[in-house]
């Protein structure tokens, strides 16, 4: 079965510092990788996803995110948060051959302060 | 917006009785994901509908079933609601090729919240 970890639930930036999210996931074969954000009162959106290739993906609204096979992570990061990156981030995965059948982590709630 | 559509957006439930929750699809994708997404957690599939068949279940008691249509909207079922019940629920549409498509992109609606009294 798969999992998936999101070490900081709570994360409190101030404009222009730099974002690192954790996500580590558990599952031995070829995965398929996301990362979500919900902004309050609005639905998921895809930031970024990884299916194959180069490890570090860029996505949208200067996110980026790295896949070490090694290590079972794909963070999240962006190099200089603003205010309207508050929202709450989900890293999930699936099994490359259960597509749509995802596997999330229990989000991290992001709190950029002006 | 991802054109995926659910409705209602709220529903109040007691214990016991049963929900339908629906959702409609994004124009071209023939597959429909439910999620159910608990209070402070992450959304948990609850099972995939790919042509009107279901494609694979997560954890969840048979109590919760759906249905898929022909034109690929979809509708979630749940008898003998209970309080834990209680979450938003999410539905997600994609584009699957010969049932597996790995390189498989979802795109949410906002998803209905359903509270159990």
């Known amino acids: 079965a798969q999992s998936v970890s999101q070490h900081n639930h709570h994360v409190i930036l101030s404009e222009a510092a730099s974002l690192e999210l954790g996500c580590n996931y558990s599952?031995?074969?070829?995965?398929?990788l996301f990362w979500y954000v919900q902004y309050p009162g609005q639905h998921l959106q895809l930031l970024l996803k990884?299916?194959?290739?180069?490890?570090l993906v860029k996505g949208i609204k200067g996110f980026e995110a790295e896949f070490i096979k090694s290590k079972f992570s794909f963070n999240l990061r962006k190099p200089s948060v603003q205010w309207s990156d508050t929202a709450e981030y989900f890293c999930?995965?699936?099994?490359?051959?259960?597509?749509?059948?995802?596997?999330f982590g229990d989000g991290t709630t992001l709190t950029v302060k002006p | 917006e991802t054109g995926v559509t659910q409705s209602p957006t709220h529903l109040i439930k007691t214990r016991g009785q049963q929900v339908t929750l629906r959702c409609s699809s994004q124009s071209g994708h023939n597959t429909v994901s439910w999620y159910q997404q608990a209070l402070g957690q992450g959304p948990q599939f609850i099972f995939q509908y790919y042509r009107e068949e279901e494609n694979g279940r997560g954890n969840f008691p048979p109590r919760f079933s759906g249905l898929q249509f022909p034109n690929y909207s979809s509708e979630l079922n749940v008898n003998a609601l209970e309080l834990d019940d209680s979450a938003l629920y999410l539905c997600?549409?994609?584009?699957?090729?010969?049932?597996?498509?790995?390189?498989?992109?979802?795109?949410f609606g906002a998803g209905t919240r359903l509270s159990v009294l």
């Open positions: 997600a549409s994609s584009l699957l090729a010969g049932g597996i498509g790995p390189k498989n992109i979802q795109y």
């Open positions: 990884y299916f194959s290739g180069d490890p």
């Open positions: 599952y031995g074969g070829t995965v398929n």
């Open positions: 999930a995965v699936n099994a490359n051959t259960n597509a749509g059948k995802s596997t």
